[in-house]
């Protein structure tokens, strides 16, 4: 059986693995330009829930995010441009507005915000873990795996202060046939 530390170790070798740079296939291209995109429209998600949450705690969890997304951002951009991909064409930024000054019926509320963040972070984690596991390239392979861990650790922080709040989304308990109750 595999332990962790065998894993870790693996990783680390394949980082610093002196492969030859082949040219990327076209799942990889994909994969880059699809995160990019992610990574952009989750910046305007987060912006448009910083113009309507007054919460001091949402506001640091999607500033946080903000960085997160802006760094990774960067990253595949440099990557890509490095690459002769294009990048994917986003939305426009929004800009800054007082949260009081938003209607109430286009508002999102608190609850809302935090677990939209949270699925943009669930389809991140999951997009990098298919993406690394489906390249050829390491170097690539790696990117996908450092902003899948820097996302899972926000993901973790995010999935605590909304289990505080009790905003966390429970699907219903599963009970088998003939379980004792």
Not at 46 to 58: F, G, P, R, W
Not at 77 to 90: Q, S
Request: glycine residues 4%; contains cysteine; charged residues 25%.
């Amino acid at each position: 059986m595999t332990t962790i530390f065998e894993t870790v170790k693996d990783f680390f070798q394949m980082t610093i693995d002196d492969e030859s740079q082949n040219p990327l296939h076209v799942g990889e291209v994909m994969s880059c330009w699809m995160y990019l995109a992610l990574m952009d429209e989750a910046t305007v998600y987060i912006q448009i829930a910083l113009n309507t949450t007054s919460d001091d705690e949402v506001k640091d969890l999607l500033n946080q995010s903000m960085k997160q997304c802006d760094t990774q951002g960067k990253r595949f951009k440099e990557f890509m441009k490095k690459e002769g991909i294009h990048l994917p064409p986003t939305s426009e930024e929004r800009p800054n507005s007082e949260p009081n000054a938003v209607p109430l019926g286009v508002k999102l509320t608190d609850n809302e915000i935090t677990n939209g963040l949270s699925m943009k972070t669930v389809v991140a984690i999951t997009h990098c873990a298919a993406a690394a596991s489906q390249c050829i390239r390491n170097d690539l392979s790696v990117l996908f795996t450092h902003c899948m861990l820097e996302k899972m650790k926000f993901g973790s922080s995010l999935k605590d202060a909304m289990r505080k709040k009790g905003w966390i989304k429970v699907p219903p308990y599963y009970y088998p046939p003939g379980m004792p109750k």
